[in-house]
């Protein structure tokens, strides 16, 4: 899997985006897991863990989207899924949290890499990353996702958050937790690895 090659990008006006999101999917399609492994999620905090886990359950990244970004890309978004939407928080006013599709990822970007405890897992990833992560290059690659896509992301992140049965045990819509006493990290870290080697599966299809 090698870097994203920067000439991929030049002249939009004259390649179809189309063409240039297959050959995107195409240099990421036969990652498992999208190159998040479970050794290096292990290295994380519990906190950060549980975060991302709750996130998962949050936070519906379309599967175009997946197959385009890095794992720390990825894992940046439920993060900011399951710390930021927790009590419905997202939803205040003065959340300002943006409706704009790339706004909404650079403000996921910025709280999520505020975290000490997350932006010290991204460095766990960052041979396993199929494309550039230069500043800019993340958006540069979801700007070419169609509309719908974009979309379906932005109202994801803005629905109601969904509680884990541990934190609302009598909401009838709450999600199971399998790390039911709370102490094993290696609980999330298997959790969240086969959630994403299945999306990654169901990437190879489209």
Known sequence: MGTIHPSLFTDHLSDNRLVVETKL???GRDRVSFGVTQTGLKKASYRVLEDIFRGMN????PLEMLSIENPAEIL?????AGSLKRGDAHLNPNA???HDF??????I???SYSNMGFASLTHKFKKSSCFDSSPGKQMERLEILEQSVKEGFVNSFRAKYRPSNREGPCNSDAFYDS????RSKGVYAYRIYEKLKSLSEKAKQI
Do not use: H, K, M, T
């Not at 940046?76 to 900011?80: I, N």
């Not at 790390?179 to 709370?182: A, H, S, W």
């Open 96 to 98: 300002n949290v943006p």
């Open 102 to 107: 790339l706004r909404l990822v650079d403000y």
């Open 109 to 111: 970007n910025r709280n």
């Open 76 to 80: 940046s978004e439920y993060f900011a």
């Open 25 to 27: 999917r195409n240099l």
């Open 179 to 182: 790390n039911c006493d709370g």
């Open 58 to 61: 949050n936070l519906e990244i």
